[in-house]
């Protein structure tokens, strides 16, 4: 199998990622709950785990790094808990539904108004419609660090500097960024960053986070077991045990830990150059078939994701002839961005990404090419 669906998340795990989960499911008790080795070794592996993700996104202090299941958990917690009811909100068309809907519940159930930076037909936003939109009621910006449709990157310092002006939380999704670009929370001016270890991270499913700033302070989304002061009617004020109700995914974490010792080892800007190599030696394959449609601006900065068209076809039957034809795994269809769909004009047809690893070849990239110039020759005429 080819696996070119990585921003959905990455297949190929560096062996360090799979040994660390290993260690610590023969290891592991349970972090905070005793005093013995096996509770002992998993919070010590959890702390370090904190300090090296605070340290890569440049944050606020490790007592400052939630973890999650994903960056859905992490993205409910900081706009469920960082958004007061009746406010207004500011996010854009370019947002995964794990954005959409926590506001649009928001909206149904807490009477938060909700604007959208429109995305045009390239599926690129104008950065001057942020401060129109913002109002006397207005108290966030919540938006996506990169379309996990087009690829765009989002120049969420620009779109931080503007929060910071009038005094707006900034929440950011970078789902589709950690790991793949660097990150500074301070120079940004983010103030809640949201993030998922399965995928450009290259740790487990089941691993994600929330980091917070130093000027905001939210509610729980969830309480329960801790831990630690149990006679507690309610959940502790600390952070991160405020955020972190029930037992961590220690083994999940181990793995994480592990996954961002090799990107440091690697190094982000060489993991950054080969995956921006492959999707420019795909795109230029691919990019003068009359038949094919590529979605996004080509000029601007993007993540290695392309997306595309071949005729009127259906993006699943393009999808499924990838897979059952050439053993070549691509994902169709909607990918959780509806609204951007509808500014690209893909509602009724969706379209085909392919999104790239540093762990894919030349060769893959070649022969994936080859097969959609096949296509577009044999199917869908």
Known sequence: MIYFDNAATTIKK?????QAVVNAMQTFGNSSRGSHEGALCASRTIFEARMKIDRFFHGYGAERVVFTANSTEALNIAIRGAIPGHAHVISTD???NSVLRPLYYMRDHAGVQIDFVRADADGNLHYDDFEKLIRPQTRAIVCTHASNLTGLILDVE???????????AFIVDASQTAGAVPIDMKKMKIDLLCFTGHKGLMGPQGTGGLLLSDCVDIEPWKVGGTGVQSYLETQPEELPTKLEAGTLNGHGIAGLSAAIDFIEQTGLDV?????????NRFYEEIRRLPQVKIYGDPDKEKTAIIAFNIRGCDSGKISDILS???GISARPGAHCAPRLH?????????????SFSYFNTEEEIDQAAAAVREICISSCT
Request: glycine share 6%; charged share 25%.
């Open 14 to 18: 560096p062996d360090c990622v799979i």
């Open 94 to 96: 370019l947002e995964h």
């Open 158 to 168: 620009r779109v931080g500097r503007i929060a910071k002006k009038y005094d707006l």
């Open 271 to 279: 993991i950054h150059a080969k995956e921006q190599a492959l999707m």
């Open 324 to 326: 059952y034809e050439y």
């Open 342 to 354: 509808r500014a690209l004009g893909t509602v009724s047809q969706g379209a085909v990404r392919f």
